[in-house]
């Protein structure tokens, strides 16, 4: 059953080795649920929730998430600290582990509410949301963001906003190492075509040595991962943990040295059934959940059968667990 946003218990201070990015429409519940089937302790992120969102919509549906979740963080868009405090609390109360504030998506909506890649220009407002959530909530608070924006990208720039959130209580910092053009680009090229600048976040560890600080942007293979700990916290996979999932299977024995075997596609597959039974009765189409998993046999037989089956039939009205057991089938 999914947690209530009522029940609070205490949450564990998540180990930074290893995270999936904050994707929005890509790292729901469902993805989320899936993931932690191949991983047992990377970390997860939610979708970007808006402090309005949380305040003045279905603020239950925002935080909902299944237990076997965990090691789970919320990320929120806001700039206005009262309601980033009100909304930490909230994520806390409802058991996430980690409350991350979004100081790196560059898209227009995001401007617009003066929150997200903006506020590299105002490190004082970032500031002042750290402190008021940090007195708010008990679980770390974390801030996620580029290297510089536009034509604001020095390294001396780089490392006040740094000093600002540190001092103000931030528990790590996650750094994609690339900057964001606000006018220009769109936030699908703002993940391409800006340079990939890890020179700039390894130095800034070496300056501030005592912040954990992990680094995010063109990780694409759990060996490239492990490449960079060691010299940074951690390492943050993004659309490759997506697209590729099955990546994520080796990570627990490659990241975090764990002996246990991973799991098969198959069993993954199996684990999956009843979750989606439980998801079916409770309304939720089936390709909300199927969407997130047509990347499970990759490269292996029967595998574009298994992506066709559920592509052509799970989004029709009514579909139910036969569109998966029939595309199941295909790969048994």
């Known amino acids: 059953m999914p947690i209530s946003i009522l029940a609070r218990k205490p949450a564990?201070?998540?180990?930074?080795?290893?995270?999936?990015?904050?994707?929005?429409?890509?790292?729901?519940?469902?993805?989320?649920?899936?993931?932690?089937?191949?991983?047992?302790?990377?970390?997860?992120?939610?979708?970007?929730?808006?402090?309005?969102?949380?305040?003045?919509?279905?603020?239950?549906?925002?935080?909902?998430?299944?237990?076997?979740?965990?090691?789970?963080?919320?990320?929120?868009?806001?700039?206005?600290?009262?309601?980033?405090?009100?909304?930490?609390?909230?994520?806390?109360?409802?058991?996430?582990?980690?409350?991350?504030?979004?100081v790196g998506c560059p898209s227009d909506r995001v401007q617009n509410g003066r929150f997200g890649a903006c506020l590299m220009a105002e490190p004082g407002t970032v500031a002042d949301c750290v402190a008021a959530m940090k007195a708010a909530v008990d679980v770390p608070v974390t801030v996620k963001t580029r290297i510089g924006i536009d034509h604001r990208d020095s390294y001396e720039e780089l490392t006040a906003f740094t000093r600002a959130v540190m001092d103000a209580g931030c528990d790590a910092l996650i750094v994609h190492a690339r900057k964001a053009w606000l006018q220009g680009l769109s936030p699908r090229e703002n993940r391409d075509v800006p340079p990939l600048r890890y020179d700039v976040v390894l130095r800034l560890k070496q300056d501030f040595p005592a912040l954990p600080i992990s680094i995010n942007g063109g990780i694409t293979s759990l060996e490239q991962a492990a490449n960079f700990l060691g010299r940074l916290d951690g390492a943050m996979i993004g659309r490759a943990a997506y697209q590729t999932p099955w990546l994520l299977a080796d990570a627990d024995r490659v990241i975090f040295h764990d002996p246990a075997p991973p799991p098969t596609p198959h069993e993954v597959l199996d684990a999956m059934v009843p979750y989606v039974e439980r998801q079916l009765a409770d309304g939720v189409p089936l390709n909300s959940i199927t969407r997130h998993i047509l990347g499970l046999f990759h490269a292996r037989p029967g595998a574009r059968r298994w992506r066709q089956v559920l592509s052509e039939q799970a989004h029709c009205p009514g579909a139910g667990i036969d569109v998966l057991r029939a595309a199941a089938a295909q790969v048994r």
């Open 12 to 102: 564990p201070r998540p180990d930074r080795r290893l995270a999936v990015a904050p994707m929005m429409d890509w790292t729901d519940r469902h993805y989320r649920y899936f993931a932690r089937l191949l991983s047992r302790h990377t970390l997860l992120y939610s979708e970007m929730v808006t402090t309005g969102a949380l305040i003045h919509g279905d603020t239950a549906r925002f935080l909902r998430h299944d237990p076997a979740e965990h090691p789970l963080a919320l990320q929120l868009g806001g700039a206005n600290p009262v309601d980033m405090a009100r909304c930490a609390r909230l994520g806390a109360d409802a058991g996430f582990c980690e409350i991350n504030i979004n």
